[in-house]
């Protein structure tokens, strides 16, 4: 397999941890692209110049998400438990919360005159907001494993600190904080975070 990824991305990221945490980081080469490059190759396995894409050998199928290539590694390991649907919504709000910081980070790249005080007003107060609701269900997190709401939401938090530590989301997050600051020591969490 070919992943296509870039090593700050959090998308990439979920993907790097959970091939790792399985094991399967070995059948996998990992090629970093800038999404901005338009790489040939890239584009031709994403044609949305979106990472994380990965190729499968042998088919050529192309999966063009994370979420979609999360799918295909949960196809291969016959050990999960599927997600309930109340599991698979907190799922959504940790991709929500990586959603949210990307959109804050993108806003702060823009040049003063053009960002949005409203826009920014807005997606901070939707963080808060998802991350209040995760804080309550926090007892439903595994302290360690390669789990999709656990991956996703260690990435998101992860995010949130490498990209925007002003937002210190610790503060109003106290269970929140005390999980992350286990799960993220895990080996795949540890040989993932981002470095400049």
């Keep these: 397999m070919i992943l296509y990824s870039a090593p700050l991305s959090p998308y990439s990221r979920k993907i790097r941890m959970t091939l790792l945490d399985r094991e399967l980081a070995s059948d996998v080469e990992i090629h970093n692209v800038n999404p901005l490059d338009n790489d040939p ?3 031709a396995a ?3 110049a979106k990472i994380p894409a990965l190729q499968l050998r042998g088919s050529g199928v192309l999966l063009s998400d994370s979420r979609l290539i999360l799918d295909y ?3 291969l390991g016959e050990h999960l438990t599927p997600l309930n649907w109340p599991q ?3 799922v959504v709000l940790a991709e929500g919360v990586m959603d949210l910081a990307y959109g804050l980070v993108v806003e702060g790249r823009r040049p003063l005159e053009q960002q949005s ?4 007003e807005r997606l901070q107060d939707n963080l808060k907001r998802t991350l209040a609701v995760l804080e ?3 007892d439903q997190l595994a302290d360690e494993g390669s789990g999709r709401l656990e991956v996703t939401l260690c990435c998101a ?3 949130l600190d490498f990209r925007l530590p002003e937002q210190n989301w610790r503060e109003l997050n106290a269970d ?3 999980w992350y600051q286990g799960f993220s020591q895990t080996p795949a969490a540890l040989a993932t975070t981002p470095q400049e």
């Design 41 to 43: 190759a890239h584009l």
């Design 46 to 48: 994403n044609p949305l």
């Design 73 to 75: 590694l949960d196809s």
């Design 88 to 90: 698979r919504n907190l």
């Design 117 to 120: 005080a409203n826009s920014r």
């Design 136 to 138: 309550q269900h926090s």
């Design 157 to 159: 938090l992860g995010y």
């Design 176 to 178: 929140l904080k005390r």
